[in-house]
């Protein structure tokens, strides 16, 4: 483990040095890695284990969209794909990839088919944080590890392919075996992270619930509406509305902030920019700390999770949710972003 310094705060990280993809193989080398689920991080996580050399079957209910989608990735019936409890039975190291809902749906089903010595991974401590509202409680022979990719599973598996990664947090939970730790490294690496943050089940948890609803995805998609809202109202038309709003963000500015930093961005903007910037930054990180600080209290206290369970244990959770995206993706901020995409120079030589 590296210490790393952060500000301050002596953290450790686990480097490929350390914990080369050749150590996670050896690793790994007597283990059937049991992937149930296969929605959005059950693919990613399957396909670069096999990658990698590494023995895995996939479970989930066959017939459905899932089981359709694993036999296009080359998943084979009875050999390398079965139902949920059957992999599991099989698996030495379980990976617990359906929705988090689901985790509590089919918990009965599948703890029962643990074996003395297995790992229960996991990819986000959802269901044994919040054990009391979600009934899964591990059995006491086995370990209980997490590795949680920070990004979509869409984005493991692609940067994967590219040569690269998506860096993870790491924890245990459980360690019957006394290899509990070796075994989530291992599976980190193999599951094609970068570089791997030490957390607990709470704190990634706690976390990412946080992160979710806040900057990354809901306060993301609420400050642009509200930005675009404001602009469109004092009769700017829609594609100024949009580039000034998300196209300008996602094909210049953000990269700035990923390469070298949010100052690096604002010192290559113009200095009327900066001066604007600086002095609204504080209005506007003052008036959204309130915010953050209900969403975080509302996840701590369950709230969140029992909203989650309630609403993703529905029949129709899918149709439901994907009936919003479609709502959102038919406003017209977002219809007309779609045309401002196409708009964009790398597609004149399309
Ligand atoms: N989506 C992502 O990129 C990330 C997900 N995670 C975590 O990874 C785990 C899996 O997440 P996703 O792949 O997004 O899950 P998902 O919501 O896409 O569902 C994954 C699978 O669950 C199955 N499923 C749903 N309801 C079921 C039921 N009642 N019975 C049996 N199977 C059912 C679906 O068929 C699908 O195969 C979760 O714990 C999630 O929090 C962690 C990091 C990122
Ligand atoms: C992609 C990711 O890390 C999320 C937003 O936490 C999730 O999909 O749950
Ligand atoms: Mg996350
Ligand atoms: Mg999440």
Request: glycine share 8%.
């Amino acid at each position: 483990m590296a210490k790393m310094d952060f500000a301050g705060v002596l953290e450790e990280v686990v480097t490929r040095e350390e914990f080369p993809l050749s150590r996670a193989q050896e690793v790994l080398k007597d283990e059937v890695v049991a992937v149930l689920g296969y929605g959005v991080q059950g693919p990613a996580q399957a396909l670069n284990m096999r990658d990698n050399g590494i023995k895995v079957i996939v479970g989930v209910t066959p017939g459905g969209r899932s089981w359709n989608k694993a036999l296009q990735d080359g998943w084979v019936p009875g050999e390398t794909l079965f139902s949920m409890e059957e992999a599991a039975e099989r698996g030495t190291i379980v990976q617990y990839l359906v929705s988090d809902a689901a985790q509590k749906l089919t918990w009965e089903r599948i703890r029962p088919c643990l074996k003395e010595g297995d790992a229960l991974y996991f990819s986000h401590g959802f269901a044994v944080v919040y054990r009391d509202q979600t009934g899964v409680v591990p059995p006491p022979y086995v370990d209980v590890i997490l590795v949680a990719p920070k990004g979509s599973g869409t984005s493991v598996r692609a940067n994967f392919l590219a040569g690269s990664g998506i860096n993870s947090s790491f924890a245990v939970e459980q360690d019957y075996t006394g290899r509990a730790r070796e075994r989530t490294l291992a599976v980190g690496i193999a599951i094609g992270s970068g570089y791997l943050f030490e957390t607990t089940f709470q704190h990634e948890v706690y976390s990412d619930l946080t992160g979710e609803r806040g900057v990354l995805m809901g306060a993301l998609a609420g400050i642009m509406e509200a930005q675009y809202q404001t602009l469109r109202a004092h009769g700017h038309t829609p594609s100024e509305a949009f580039n000034e709003t998300v196209e300008e963000l996602t094909q210049s500015l953000i990269r700035l902030v990923a390469q070298n930093g949010m100052d690096w961005m604002y010192a290559n903007c113009s200095t009327t920019a900066q001066r604007g910037a600086l002095d609204w930054r504080h209005e506007f990180r003052d008036a959204t700390l309130p915010v953050f600080e209900r969403l975080y209290q509302s996840v701590a206290s369950g709230a969140e999770t029992r909203r989650v369970l309630e609403a993703n244990s529905q029949p129709d959770y899918k149709e439901k949710l994907e009936a919003e995206l479609r709502e959102m993706r038919e406003s017209e901020m977002w219809r007309a972003g779609a045309l401002v995409r196409s708009l964009r120079p790398e597609n004149w030589q399309k």
